[in-house]
């Protein structure tokens, strides 16, 4: 792509979001403006911090190449509006020590032989072991930028004997991995499990396990969990999605269900977000949009009030046959989904 076809994209995509932004709500229904602008601060959410800093300078440029007034005043915003201007990559190293923070004080107190019923067979001990070595194994990867594949088992964890101390030495570890990983260039090569072998990939594949394993600890210890963030849930639905592929314990799964052509839709009410996946060719494509989706329905869907709730159901902490997913079309579909995709 040419220089100035970049600067021309740029320019129409600031010049669109003002006009959006500064519409009388009498011309364009604000929820309107608001779900059209959130679909596009998502797609953009997923570029990497390199596209991130190139196109918050595009849309410096855009703006001041208008003279000072109004108009330039609100062109300058466009940027803050999509959080280019924010240091997203540290923000979510942060993000991954206070959900550890929070998984240690849930469980603290508690009996660490507790079951975790989320997690067949482990105990909240096995639990926290688990999660402390994903921290360290991850901060180990990206300290060392090892361009290979390296085992948890290969990495020093020096977990406690006493399961008492766990909570403090998981925290140390989500205190060191944000520390290590934050300072780190996120265009940086390292070997990673999945489609981007860059330091990028893991702030947001550690904060996803943290927040999924964070829901298993808080229904082991209370039976309750709280609800996750739309956006992070989101954003951890298409993480999912996106790395799948690349895990073989899912893959090869996938391109034996003999289901080429069947599609399933996933929507989740909070956000608006729809996901729909299509099967064939020994695995799938997805795609998502938000709001009503255009083209043919699928013959099987299923629906939840958020995000986090589908979130869940991918990851297998709630049953598909829970009320609070609705369901439409060929249910064996979505079982099979399920069942493929177990980790």
Request: aromatic share 6%; glycine share 8%; net charge negative.
């Amino acid at each position: 792509m040419s220089d100035a076809l970049l600067s021309a994209l740029a320019e129409a995509l600031a010049e669109l979001v003002t006009n959006v932004e500064t519409c009388d709500g009498a011309v364009l229904d604000p929820d309107t403006a608001v779900k059209w602008l959130e679909g596009t601060a998502h797609t953009l959410d997923l570029l990497d911090a390199a596209d991130r800093r190139t196109l918050d300078g595009l849309f410096r440029e855009v703006a001041l190449r208008r003279p000072p007034g109004p108009r330039r005043t609100e062109l300058l915003k466009v940027s803050g509006g999509f959080g280019l201007t924010e240091d997203a990559h540290a923000a979510v190293c942060e993000a991954v020590l206070d959900r550890a923070r929070l998984f240690a004080a849930t469980v603290r107190d508690a009996d660490p032989t507790t079951p975790v019923p989320t997690c067949p067979g482990w105990s909240l001990a096995d639990l926290t072991r688990h999660l402390g070595t994903v921290h360290r194994w991850a901060e180990h990867l990206v300290r060392t930028r090892s361009s290979t594949r390296v085992l948890a088992r290969e990495v020093p964890l020096d977990p406690p004997a006493d399961p008492a101390l766990q909570p403090d030495w998981l925290v140390a570890g989500a205190e060191r991995f944000a520390a290590v990983v934050g300072a780190a260039d996120p265009d940086a090569p390292v070997w990673s499990p999945g489609s981007d072998p860059h330091v990028r990939h893991y702030p947001r594949h550690v904060l996803f396990e943290t927040l999924v394993h964070l829901v298993d600890a808080q229904l082991a210890v209370s039976g309750t969990a709280d609800p996750l963030d739309p956006a992070t849930a989101e954003a951890a639905v298409d993480h999912f999605l996106r790395e799948a592929p690349y895990v073989p314990r899912i893959a090869e799964p996938l391109a034996q269900l003999g289901r080429d052509g069947s599609a399933l839709r996933l929507t989740a009410r909070d956000t608006g977000a729809v996901w729909t996946l299509v099967l064939g060719g020994g695995g799938f494509t997805w795609s998502r949009s938000n709001g009503a989706s255009a083209g043919v329905q699928p013959a099987t869907g299923v629906e939840a009030d958020t995000a986090g709730e589908l979130l869940l159901l991918l990851h297998r902490r709630h049953p598909a046959d829970d009320p609070r997913f609705t369901h439409t079309g060929d249910r064996g579909l979505l079982d099979d989904w399920l069942a493929a995709t177990v980790l």
